[in-house]
């Protein structure tokens, strides 16, 4: 690196040369932004979750590509700064997008605007989440009751107080409890919520009873037999009683 001579490109002799050219001759000379000439993104077309090294991830993503499915394809001079990222596309099949991504970058001290084809196929394939809930897959049920001595409560106010509860319950669950939740059932008794994994609803069930003090009868049952061992679906009946109605003064005549 030097001072005082020329640019062999442009003739400059008041720029800091790098190899004989000035940092604007270099810019233009150099592949500031590389991209592969076709790229893969693997979608769930139910959840929106991305396949990516082998694991699924991203669930509850837009379905449409974005920045982050794309960044993975492209490489960049190791002295170039990115400062904007603009995608537009261009053309699209049922399987393939064509894209052209524009980036605003700084080699070198020295802006630059530059352009990127890139071509995408975009594979639907059911996530292994979405595939057990499809497929009606369960391991875990949490049933939602009323006590059992209860016979003033009408069928239709019992499962509407208990979906209540359900939904506040769901609310304050961890998203990874959320996400395992499949299915839901509507019974003249209440209420079975279905689970793909246990762990999940046995920390909803925790949960319940932390938040409204109900027990919880566990009870398992055998379903098969996996690598050798056994499997077992688990049920939580978690009992909700009627909250207490305060007494209405007006009702014994007092003022």
């Known amino acids: ?94 399987n393939q997008r064509e894209l052209v991504g524009r980036f605003h970058v700084v080699f070198r001290g020295v802006p630059r605007d530059v352009e990127v084809p890139l071509t995408v196929r975009v594979v639907s394939r059911s996530c292994p989440d979405c595939s057990r809930k499809s497929g009606r897959y369960y391991t875990a049920i949490i049933q939602l009751r009323g006590v059992a001595d209860d016979r003033g409560e009408k ?23 959320r996400k395992a939740v499949s299915w839901r059932e509507e019974l003249p008794e209440g209420w079975d919520c279905y689970f793909t994994e ?9 949960l319940a009873k932390q938040r409204y003090g ?3 009868k566990e009870s398992a049952s055998l379903f098969g037999r996996k690598n050798g061992q056994e499997v077992y679906r688990v049920t939580f009946c978690l009992r909700f009683p009627r909250p207490e109605v305060p007494p209405n003064p007006a009702a014994d005549g007092s003022d």
């Open 1 to 94: 690196m030097g001072t005082g001579e020329f640019c062999v490109v442009c003739g400059a002799t008041d720029r800091e040369l790098v190899a004989g050219m000035c940092a604007p001759c270099a810019a233009d000379r150099t592949v500031l932004v590389f991209a592969r000439r076709q790229g893969t993104v693997t979608v769930c077309p139910h959840c929106g979750a991305r396949e990516m090294r082998g694991h699924w991830e991203r669930a509850g993503a837009s379905r449409l590509l974005t920045a982050e499915d794309l960044a993975p394809f492209l490489e960049f001079h190791p002295e170039v700064g990115l400062r904007r990222t603009r995608w537009e596309e261009v053309a699209a099949t049922a």
């Open 155 to 177: 069928a239709p106010a019992l499962r509407a107080r208990l979906d209540r509860i359900w939904a506040e319950l769901v609310r304050e669950a961890r998203p990874d409890w």
């Open 198 to 206: 246990t762990l999940p609803a046995r920390s909803i069930a925790k």
């Open 214 to 216: 109900v027990a919880i």
